[in-house]
Structure formats: C-alpha cells, structure tokens
C-alpha cells in the first residue's frame, strides 16, 4: 500500500468525520484575523498540540467564558501549520481551570 500524496508530503490527511469548521483558542484577544496567534499546548510527551473544538460552546465548555477564539474551516488548519507548527490536533479536549485564560494561576 502506498502512501498518499498528503502523507508523501508530510501532511496529516484531515479525518473524514472531522467538523467543516473548528474554533481555535488564541492566544490573546484580536480584532485582525491576520494578527491572531493560535494557543498551542504541549502535551506530557512533549508534542505541540493545536487545540480545536468542533462548536463555540464546547470551546467555552472546554476553555473557559474568558478563552479568545476565532473559527476557521478545517482545510484551513494546514495555514496555520505552516506558520505555527504542530506535531497534532486535539479535539474538544477540556483544559483543567488552572491553564485557563482569567484563572488566578494562568
């Protein structure tokens, strides 16, 4: 079996039952897109993760009330790759209160 051109490539084909668009926490509140920095996490094994949740109230679930956001289409995220890279996606991931943004240790 032979890879496909994506994997050739490097790139992780997007699953088929992923959502059409993805809400991405950001790292700071922004009114330009093109200024907004995605918030990656590195997980425990020390892999950078792209956080992306498949509805505005699962990121606010997930996030927290005080969580910049933005949403993008899902075929997008390989933009995003290609400025900020990541090594996976995780989706709908709930983040522990203390990592969130407004808690009194974050």
């Known amino acids: 079996m032979t890879d496909s051109p994506d994997e050739q490539a490097g790139n992780t084909p997007i699953p088929p039952e992923f959502p059409p668009v993805v809400y991405l926490p950001l790292a700071e509140h922004t009114e330009n897109p093109e200024e907004a920095v995605v918030e990656l996490r590195r997980t425990r094994d020390g892999r950078m993760a792209l956080m992306a949740y498949s509805a505005m109230d699962r990121l606010k679930y997930c996030c927290g009330e005080q969580q910049p956001w933005m949403v993008l289409p899902t075929a997008y995220l390989d933009n995003i790759q290609q ?6 996606v995780l989706l709908d991931v709930i983040i522990p209160e203390e990592h969130r943004h407004g808690s009194v240790s974050a």
Do not use: A, K, Y
């Open 83 to 88: 400025v900020q890279p990541f090594d996976l």
